[in-house]
């Protein structure tokens, strides 16, 4: 796997047109490439943010969570959620790069993903390229972030080996892979956190990567979350009073 990153202005509110700053910046891509893009970006061209003077911070992330447990009930004031399926400190919203903004998840994340992939097949003339937008996350029990996927077009997000044997000859029975978040982490770590300004990358060279010529179907997208009271640390998650936020109504 190769990943080049893409260095772009400083991203504002200014910005609007998330596919002209595609046209400024991203070269034509060959087949079977993957554009990363951080879900900053996205947010701020789709104006998903909040001024930070004269809003209430713990307000806007409580409208924005699905489920979320307060902030006084950890040693770091911070707001532990769920948004989409996904367990995230204030439901994903951040300020850094942000120029006096709290920025929020994209809206309609996924139907954004499958309108760049189309709009780059078109614009490229191309069949098999892949769209993955990206966000940080922390990790129970571990220090640092990693990237995560927040939506992806174009490639099957799992490989099942499930059935499949190991080197001897075990047959395995519960094993999948998430490309979608292991390219994410890839790329998100090599797109760096702080003042790099490289919100872009490509990813090449992918033999374990599946490309499609179309969006993920609903069932495809549906595959890749778990209830949890079906989740492998349902233990955990149901032992915690979840509060319910805006975001799933």
């Given at each position: 796997?190769q990943?080049?990153?893409?260095?772009?202005?400083?991203?504002?509110?200014?910005?609007?047109?998330?596919?002209?700053?595609?046209?400024?910046?991203?070269?034509?891509?060959?087949?079977?490439?993957?554009?990363?893009?951080?879900?900053?970006?996205?947010?701020?061209?789709?104006?998903?943010?909040?001024?930070?003077?004269?809003?209430?911070?713990?307000?806007?992330?409580?409208?924005e969570?699905?489920?979320?447990?307060?902030?006084?009930?950890?040693?770091?004031?911070?707001?532990?959620?769920?948004?989409e399926?996904v367990?995230i400190?204030?439901?994903?919203?951040?300020?850094?790069?942000?120029?006096?903004?709290?920025?929020?998840?994209?809206?309609?994340?996924?139907?954004?993903?499958?309108?760049?992939?189309?709009?780059?097949?078109?614009?490229?003339?191309?069949?098999?390229?892949?769209?993955?937008?990206?966000?940080?996350?922390?990790?129970?029990?571990?220090?640092?972030?990693?990237?995560?996927?927040?939506?992806?077009?174009?490639?099957?997000?799992l490989?099942?080996?499930?059935?499949?044997e190991?080197?001897?000859?075990r047959?395995?029975?519960?094993?999948?892979?998430?490309?979608?978040?292991?390219?994410?982490?890839?790329?998100?770590?090599?797109?760096?956190?702080?003042?790099?300004?490289?919100?872009?990358?490509?990813?090449?060279?992918l033999?374990?990567?599946?490309?499609?010529?179309?969006?993920?179907?609903?069932?495809?997208?549906?595959?890749?979350?778990i209830?949890?009271?079906?989740?492998?640390?349902?233990?955990?998650?149901?032992?915690?009073?979840?509060?319910?936020?805006?975001?799933?109504?």
């Amino acid at each position: 796997m190769q990943i080049t990153t893409i260095r772009t202005h400083k991203i504002t509110v200014a910005d609007t047109d998330l596919f002209a700053v595609l046209d400024a910046y991203v070269p034509r891509l060959a087949e079977q490439t993957v554009l990363a893009i951080t879900s900053k970006i996205v947010s701020i061209c789709q104006g998903h943010v909040v001024r930070v003077e004269g809003a209430d911070k713990q307000q806007v992330i409580e409208r924005e969570a699905d489920l979320f447990l307060p902030p006084d009930e950890n040693r770091y004031h911070v707001t532990l959620t769920i948004k989409e399926n996904v367990l995230i400190p204030n439901a994903g919203l951040d300020e850094s790069n942000s120029d006096h903004h709290y920025v929020l998840w994209p809206q309609n994340a996924q139907a954004t993903a499958n309108a760049i992939r189309s709009y780059l097949c078109r614009r490229d003339g191309r069949r098999m390229l892949g769209v993955l937008i990206t966000d940080s996350k922390t990790t129970p029990l571990r220090w640092g972030v990693t990237g995560v996927a927040v939506a992806h077009s174009g490639f099957g997000a799992l490989n099942d080996y499930v059935g499949r044997e190991d080197i001897f000859g075990r047959p395995l029975r519960m094993t999948k892979v998430n490309v979608a978040d292991g390219l994410a982490a890839a790329a998100v770590l090599v797109m760096g956190e702080g003042d790099e300004q490289t919100p872009l990358a490509v990813l090449r060279d992918l033999p374990f990567v599946r490309f499609q010529d179309r969006d993920p179907t609903a069932e495809e997208l549906a595959s890749l979350q778990i209830a949890i009271e079906d989740d492998l640390y349902a233990p955990l998650l149901k032992s915690v009073a979840w509060r319910a936020g805006g975001g799933d109504q």
